[in-house]
């Protein structure tokens, strides 16, 4: 994208961002499986091509209420417009999960589960059960999924739209139930030191349940 | 006689600073340090009316060769 927006505006300072600066994010941060790479590079574009907070908000939040990978990337090639990727070309139908939270290994283990492992039925029809290829599969339609969303937000900022985004529920229960710095004691000791932790993540279901 | 020889003291001394002026020229010489222009983003002449819309297909097709390797020089997810 950033790419692309170099090539349209030669006199910007787009062609300055180095390319695959944000390789790094790759496998949620050099294969932590921390911070999702499409979460960390998105919101880096965002910032530098808005520079706006809430178009990063909406983003992370969508990320984690959404179920990935979608079958578009597959749609698209189907329809034989599409042929840079028939050797690695998406396929059809994969199992859906929603991540829950923008953690690598949250998202990629909830696919995995969703998918029945090595031994799922898709996993089997399409791969022969290897499931390093499957989730392969999943990431780059996860990838091809989350830029198109990362495009509409770009256009739509351009336009004049900021959006309102919205976080999980358990984020405002949270907050105001004390777990960690609203109103109440959860730990004196944690809030002492760290009084606003709980940022805007989903809490349940992926850190507490 | 006595009177003109240089005690050990004076005499390194006289040897540093003839050392510093040595190097004083290369020093004097060296161009004036010039303010690097500063890249701040975002960029607001790519903003408004001038904003030429992406294709989100295409740049989610991008994405997705970046990733399998099909395409390099991108980001990677």
């Known amino acids: 994208m950033l790419g692309q927006i170099a090539e349209n505006f030669p006199s910007s300072s787009y062609a300055a961002v180095p390319k695959g600066l944000f390789n790094y994010g790759g496998g949620g941060v050099n294969t932590w499986r921390n911070l999702c790479g499409v979460c960390n590079g998105g919101a880096a574009m965002l910032k530098i091509v808005t520079g706006n907070g809430n178009v990063i908000d909406e983003y992370l939040a969508w990320y984690e209420r959404t179920a990935f990978p979608s079958n578009a990337a597959y749609e698209d090639w189907a329809e034989g417009g599409w042929t840079a990727v028939d050797a690695k070309a998406p396929k059809d139908r994969a199992p859906m999960s929603v991540a829950k939270s923008l953690l690598c290994h949250s998202s990629h283990g909830r696919w995995l589960e969703a998918a029945g492992g090595a031994e799922g039925a898709w996993v089997t029809a399409e791969f022969a059960g290897d499931v390093k290829a499957a989730g392969s599969d999943r990431c780059s ?69 | 006689m006595e009177n003109s020889k240089l005690s050990r003291r004076q005499f390194l001394g006289g040897t540093a600073a003839v050392a510093a002026a040595s190097v004083l020229p290369a020093v004097t010489s060296a161009a004036p340090a010039v303010a690097t222009p500063v890249t701040t983003y975002p960029d607001n002449s790519i903003q408004g009316a001038s904003w030429i819309p992406l294709d989100p297909a295409a740049m989610a097709r991008k994405g997705y060769e970046i990733i399998k390797g099909i395409t390099g020089g991108g980001q990677s997810g």
Not at chain 1, 146 to 174: H, Q, R, W
Not at chain 1, 186 to 193: E, F, G, H, K
Request: negative net charge.
């Open chain 1, 141 to 209: 339609k996860l990838v091809y999924d989350c830029v198109y969303k990362l495009t509409e937000l770009v256009n739509d900022f351009m336009a004049g739209t900021i959006p309102e985004p919205v976080f999980d529920p358990s984020v405002d229960a949270c907050l105001t139930s004390g777990c960690h710095g609203g109103a109440g004691g959860y730990d004196q000791a944690i809030l002492d030191r760290a009084p606003h932790v709980a940022g805007k993540m989903k809490c349940d279901e992926s850190c507490h349940q």
